[in-house]
């Protein structure tokens, strides 16, 4: 009974410690990423704490909010190695932290469905990703320097390691820098994925759901950062908080995919939750389009007019709006008869009994 007990507090206690510290010392964006992950990862890990799946969306958590860190201590005292204990932290979390994102990612690549190593040449390649990222997870958390982001400086600045090895130190010409090192994890994020992309392929029944989960997941997390970017880098809003509510949607979807997955609750709803988002997806960019021809099209036939540009607006407005709800059916129909071919079947069954 004491080991259950145990592991309890340990979830509630690596769930408190992510929400505190990011409140503390982390972005708005950081806030809500971090607890996104940490959440459903307390409540998996409570219902499920023997599945080695069940913590790493916490320990994802916990990279996110240490790697979301604003560091405490000032631009000059980091980069003469003068910052207090606190800013030494902060400043060091951010490697940290990303050091356990990417390890917390490759442990649900390399393990998802079942929480085990895959069988096969497989296991050996999981077993040399586990082994280098160890190597570097060492290198970036012990080097002589570390990279730091801080607020108001277009790049990343280097300072002193306060972790940093003496041993290290006296190599550090030959020692890879962090810009070598963080591709080299997103490599074995690729290959972990090209594993688990082959596991999926030889699934069946339920297992295969699994999969399909996670696979629709990812697919909105990427979807999000791609749209972050463009919201961030394009547009460059002044709405400072849009990209983080952005990404704030979409990448709870993972932890999500891995509760759903792991408690294996609702499985079959994947095929209908594909059908509904793609649906809203197509039915979103057709009304945008039909919108913005809209503008132009009115723009034009009442560009001699006074205030013809906002009637322009206005008009394309009302037919876009007039046109989403059956411009929507009918686009969801389609994607049905493709995603959700089971409830088009049943449906199909039931009516003709009905008859």
Known sequence: ??????????????????????????????ILIAVAYALPGLFLALRRPGQPLSWLPQLI???????????????????????????????????????????????????FASGTLAGGRWRTVSLVLIAAYALIAGLMLLAPSIEVDVPGQPASIPMPNPFGLPLLAQ????????????????????????????RSRRSTGLERLQYRWLGSAVAVVVL?????????????????????????????????????AVLRYRLYEIDRLVSRSIGWALASASIVGVFAAGV?????????????????????TLLAFALFQPLRTRLQRIVDRRFDRPRIEAERTLQRHGE
């Not at 860190?69 to 030494?88: C, I, K, M």
């Not at 990303?98 to 390399?110: K, P, Q």
């Open 224 to 260: 999000g950062i791609l749209v972050w970017m463009f919201v961030a880098l394009v547009v460059q809003t002044d709405l400072v908080l849009l990209p983080a509510v952005i990404i704030g949607l979409t990448f709870p979807a993972i932890p999500i995919a891995v509760v759903i």
């Open 61 to 111: 958590g916990l990279g996110l909010a240490l790697g979301t860190t604003v560091p405490t201590a000032s631009r000059e005292a980091l980069l003469v190695g003068e910052a207090d204990t606190l800013g030494q932290l902060t400043a060091w979390g951010q490697t940290a932290g990303w050091v356990l994102f990417f390890t917390g990612f490759l442990g649900i690549l390399l393990t």
């Open 296 to 316: 132009l099209a009115f723009g034009a036939l009442l560009s001699g007019l006074a205030q013809g540009q906002a009637v322009a607006t206005a008009a394309a």
């Open 1 to 30: 009974r004491a080991i259950p007990f145990v592991r309890t507090l340990l979830a509630v206690a690596l769930t408190l410690l992510v929400i505190a510290w990011s409140i503390l010392f982390s972005n708005p964006g950081g």
């Open 171 to 198: 190599v550090s010409e030959s020692t890879p820098g962090v810009a070598l090192l963080f591709p080299m994890l997103l490599a074995g994020e690729v290959v972990a994925f090209v594993g688990m992309v082959a």
